[in-house]
């Protein structure tokens, strides 16, 4: 189980963190999982945002110089860090953990940027 939280509406060049917790879970399985964050645009596809694996961090080249991802393994949480929001960034954001052949989603957060 993953619950993400932090969504809602924002302007344009505004900012948002979302947030990724995993009840339960336990340290050296969280610190061992692949993270990402995935978003959907209505009538588009699930994508990835952005990922993180020990410390190694990527990017979809949109959201790249923009959002910023990162995990705090004390408090075993992810984040999504999101800067100069755009129009276009507005999706179902989910947060997901993947280790081996076990693959986790949350319930998403809704994300709009507009004015």
């Known amino acids: 189980l993953v619950v993400e939280s932090g969504g809602g509406l924002v302007q344009p060049g505004g900012s948002l963190r979302l947030s990724c917790r995993a009840p339960?879970?336990?340290?050296?399985?969280?610190?061992?999982?692949?993270w990402g964050w995935y978003r959907q645009a209505p009538g588009k596809e699930r994508e990835l945002v952005a990922s993180?694996?020990?410390?190694?961090?990527n990017y979809a080249d949109p959201v790249k110089e923009r959002f910023v991802m990162s995990k705090d393994n004390a408090k075993k949480m992810v984040y999504l860090q999101m800067n100069n929001l755009r129009p276009d960034d507005t999706a179902v954001y989910y947060c997901?953990?993947?280790?081996?052949?076990?693959?986790?989603w949350g319930q998403g957060t809704q994300v709009t940027v507009s004015s």
């Open positions: 993180i694996s020990g410390s190694r961090t």
């Open positions: 339960g879970i336990i340290t050296s399985v969280f610190n061992s999982n692949v």
């Open positions: 997901n953990a993947h280790r081996g052949t076990s693959s986790t």
